[in-house]
């Protein structure tokens, strides 16, 4: 499987297939109560976020950072209500003009067709580079850019 996309939603769409309940919009797509976890998150970004609010409002702060392109989906290991999604994204840091070729492994936990509980495994040193270094992309992700 080496399916493109232009957008994280149609990834998550073809990736969960069935598995996902119909939604208007990307939000929609997750339970009220997400939970979204980055475990290899540097410094100055969250490695937890509660709630739809709170994604909401990282994606906010992060869409302006990098000029994601098109995504990838690699494989898809479902096992029961857990699936595991393998893909890959290029792009580029909107200050820095530095590439984003970053690699995913996202373990996602479905409830109810929503998406319960969402764990990103990808690189950080990428994002770093991307947003030219720790200090940079503290500063930024934080709006102090």
């Known amino acids: 499987m080496t399916d493109k996309f232009n957008s994280f939603s149609s990834l998550l769409r073809a990736a969960l297939g069935a598995r996902l309940a119909p939604a208007e919009d990307m939000m929609g797509m997750f339970a009220a109560d997400i939970v979204f976890e980055f475990p290899f998150a540097p410094e100055g970004m ?32 479902p096992a029961g209500e857990t699936v595991v999604i393998e893909f890959t994204c290029t792009g580029r840091g909107t200050q820095t003009g530095t590439p984003y070729d970053q690699t995913y492994i996202s373990v996602v936990t479905m409830r109810d067709g929503r998406i319960a509980c969402y764990r990103d495994y990808w690189n950080p040193l990428v994002v770093l580079s991307a947003l030219g270094g720790a200090e940079a992309a503290a500063a930024a992700y934080a709006g102090r850019a």
Do not use: N, W
């Open 46 to 77: 969250p490695a937890r976020l509660e709630g739809r609010a709170a994604l909401a409002g990282h994606l906010a702060k992060l869409g302006p950072l990098i000029d994601f392109g098109e995504m990838t989906l690699g494989a898809v290991h």
